[in-house]
C-alpha cells in the first residue's frame, strides 16, 4: 500500500495516510473562516502518527466537529466527526510531495463559495 506523508509547519505532528483515491473540496462558511479560503482535503481516512503528538489540539468548531492543529505553530491539519473520532480528514497542504495522479473529487457546499471562486470540471 501506497502511503503519504504530512507534517505541521514546525514538524512537531508528522504522520502518514494511505494514499487516497482523490481529494475533495469543502467551500462551507465555517472551513473558509478555518483556513482563510476554500479546503482541500482527503476525507476519512486513518492517520497514522510517526511522532509525537504532544502538541496536536482540537477545537470544537461546530456541535459535530473537532479541528486539528499543531499547538505550536498553528498549522491546521485535520478534521473529524466526534461520532467516529477514529478517522480524519487530512488537509492537502498538510501532505508532502502529493503525485499529481490523484484526481479531484467531489465540493461540498458548492452553494457556499464565494462568488469570485470558479468551479471547473
Known sequence: MTT???RCLCGAIQ???????RFEVCHCADCRRW????????DLTVVTPTSSDDTLR????????????CGTCGSSLFYRMRRDPRRWSVYHGALDKVPASIPLGPQHFTGQRPPHYRIEG
Do not use: C, D, Q, Y
Open 4 to 6: 503519504l506523508s504530512g
Open 15 to 21: 504522520f502518514t495516510i494511505p494514499a487516497p483515491a
Open 35 to 42: 483556513h482563510g479560503a476554500s479546503v482541500v482535503g482527503v
Open 58 to 69: 482540537w477545537f470544537n468548531s461546530s456541535p459535530p466537529v473537532e479541528r486539528g492543529f
